[in-house]
């Protein structure tokens, strides 16, 4: 399993960024994929799911509204949408294989993921 992110940056607050995150070694079109993201003095965040048809999603509250997953099977890539960043979201964000809702967001289980793309949102 091969999971490489990408489309981080540094941007202003208010500003829009769209992650990517291609992955190899599995059929990828079966499997669920999730975006997550670890920040300063924390532990990994859950963000988003998505099943493998694209049909299946599921959000963080804290997140609904402003980040959108979504995926194209043909490229092998789950993108996230991020819109009206803060600092708050300043971390690494990264992608692993399978499918998570979570009552609690923090409670991330193990998994293959990449190495995670930076976003720092500051003015």
């Known amino acids: 399993v091969q999971i490489v992110e990408s489309g981080g940056g540094l941007v202003q607050p208010g500003s829009s960024l769209r992650l990517f995150c291609t992955a190899s070694?599995?059929?990828?079109?079966?499997?669920?994929m999730t975006w997550v993201r670890q920040v300063p003095g924390k532990g990994f965040e859950w963000l988003a799911s998505i099943n493998g048809d694209g049909r299946l999603i599921d959000s963080q509250n804290a997140v609904q509204g402003r980040f959108s997953i979504s995926r194209d099977n043909a490229k092998n890539t789950v993108f996230l949408q991020m819109n009206n960043l803060n600092p708050e979201d300043t971390g690494r964000y990264y992608c692993q294989k399978g499918w998570m809702t979570l009552g609690n967001p923090y409670d991330v289980p193990s998994g293959p993921r990449g190495q995670g793309t930076q976003v720092t949102v500051s003015s």
């Open positions: 070694g599995f059929t990828f079109s079966d499997s669920a």
